[in-house]
């Protein structure tokens, strides 16, 4: 959050928490800060993003195949993904075997996987890299963001005494670098912009 000169005249107990947990995985390449699932990461909006319906057995409707078991679907309710019909159990995660009817209405293919939205992403999710040290931060991994960067949670320090913040504390965004009072204070660094986070 950016500061301005009237809003750090406040006091301090009027203002939010400094450092703030982001959701896991794939949302902190948006340029959004949104837990909605309705925003993805590209790689999942190439058909791999599949609806899962609640579909009601008509008493005078034959039963039908289910598409996990081949046995016949006699239960009052079954569900229908992909074109096929599935009874509640069936309809797993191929990775952790979560019940994709109980944890909502989405589920994802890829490489003739059926995936809950984590392992999904764990498998194939957007990948970025720490402002701090540049290595690659895999998707699921929890991250530390300030303003357009993003970081490990072990690299969100001082980037000059390397003091790691805890909730509440005050980190300054300058040159694009991420300072602690002290150090922002001091004048360590000249020019450039300052932009007090929070």
Same mark, same amino acid.
């Given at each position: 959050m950016v500061l301005d000169k009237e809003e750090?005249?406040?006091p301090a107990a009027q203002k939010p928490p400094l450092i703030m947990m982001l959701p896991p995985p794939c949302l902190l390449w948006d340029s959004s800060v949104s837990c909605s699932s @309705?925003?993805?990461p590209a790689v999942m909006k190439r058909e791999s993003r599949k609806r899962v319906s609640v579909v009601p057995l008509q008493s005078r409707e034959k039963p039908r195949g289910c598409a996990g078991c081949n046995g016949k679907i006699r239960d009052r309710f079954?569900?229908?993904?992909?074109?096929r019909f599935w009874h509640e159990d069936c309809l797993k995660c191929a990775c952790c075997d979560c019940r994709l009817g109980r944890i909502g209405s989405t589920l994802y293919t890829r490489a003739n996987l059926i995936l809950c939205r984590r392992d999904y992403l764990r498998l194939f999710g957007v990948t970025g890299n720490c402002a701090a040290? @540049?290595?690659l931060i895999p998707a699921f991994e929890m991250v530390m963001r300030a303003r357009d960067n993003v970081y490990h949670l072990d690299c969100f320090a001082c980037q000059l005494c390397r003091q790691r913040f805890c909730v509440g504390d005050k980190f300054f965004l300058k040159n694009n670098m991420i300072l602690c009072q002290l150090d922002y204070e001091g004048g360590h660094l000249n020019g450039g912009s300052d932009r007090q986070l929070q």
């Open positions: 750090s005249k406040r @309705s925003i993805l079954m569900l229908q993904a992909l074109d040290c @540049s290595k």
